[in-house]
């Protein structure tokens, strides 16, 4: 079974700045996706960035990018120029050919003007 | 893009009566809708998946006499909570997925369910 561990249950970081989220997972499949999704407080998931295994190069969107270890099964989440609306809980997620999203415990991340 | 919506928003409900809950994809269709639990700042747990013309298919520890889904059409799928008690209050979200691959889901705004 596919398991998704983000170890860290909560982050702060100051406006303006750079941070980090971290997420580890374990699979047997070789075809499969990774994904961050945010949850702000109306609890609406949305996702923010998306990648394929089978693509070497990390996904890109605007201000988020991540850094995908397929070895390491690695794949963590930077947020460039932190704003206040950024402040949220993350999860991240995994799925593969049974299409189920496997979902990481989350983190929540606090923005501090 | 893919709107999914969920309705009601929010319900309140007395112990031993039944709710429902609908999820509809109002732009695409959706073979496939999937069902989640979720509790105040924990994550969202699999309740079961569903298919359009078939039976849902329930995750290990779902009791699925108490959680009966139905997906009716290939934009609609509900979620019937019966014979409702204070510890299934939750916050119940759907997702539906585009095409055969679960790799495109949209999420609905969720419903929060409160059983007194």
């Known amino acids: 079974a596919q398991t998704v561990t983000q170890s860290q249950p909560e982050m702060s970081v100051q406006e303006a700045e750079t941070v980090t989220l971290s997420c580890t997972y374990d699979t047997s499949e070789s075809d499969y996706y990774l994904f961050w999704y945010k949850q702000p407080p109306s609890r609406q998931m949305i996702l923010v960035i998306r990648q394929e295994a089978y693509k070497q190069q990390n996904a890109t969107e605007n201000r988020f990018s991540v850094n995908f270890q397929k070895a390491a099964k690695s794949f963590s989440l930077k947020i460039s120029d932190s704003q206040l609306g950024d402040a949220a809980m993350y999860f991240c997620a995994y799925t593969g050919a049974n299409s189920k999203l496997t979902f990481g415990k989350g983190i929540t991340l606090s923005v501090r003007p | 893009g893919a709107v999914v919506s969920q309705h009601p928003s929010w319900v309140i409900c007395k112990s031993g009566t039944s709710v429902k809950i609908e999820c509809r994809s109002l732009?695409?269709?959706?073979?496939?809708m999937f069902w989640y639990r979720q509790f105040p700042k924990q994550s969202l747990m699999l309740m079961a998946t569903s298919n359009e013309g078939s039976k849902a298919t329930y995750e290990q520890g779902v009791e699925k006499d108490k959680f009966l889904i139905n997906h009716a059409s290939l934009t609609l799928s509900t979620l019937t909570v019966t014979s409702a008690h204070p510890e299934d209050s939750s916050f119940y979200i759907c997702?539906?997925?585009?095409?055969?691959?679960?790799?495109?889901?949209?999420f609905g705004p969720g419903t929060r369910l409160t059983v007194t």
């Open positions: 732009d695409f269709q959706a073979t496939t």
């Open positions: 997702s539906a997925q585009v095409g055969s691959w679960g790799y495109e889901q949209y």
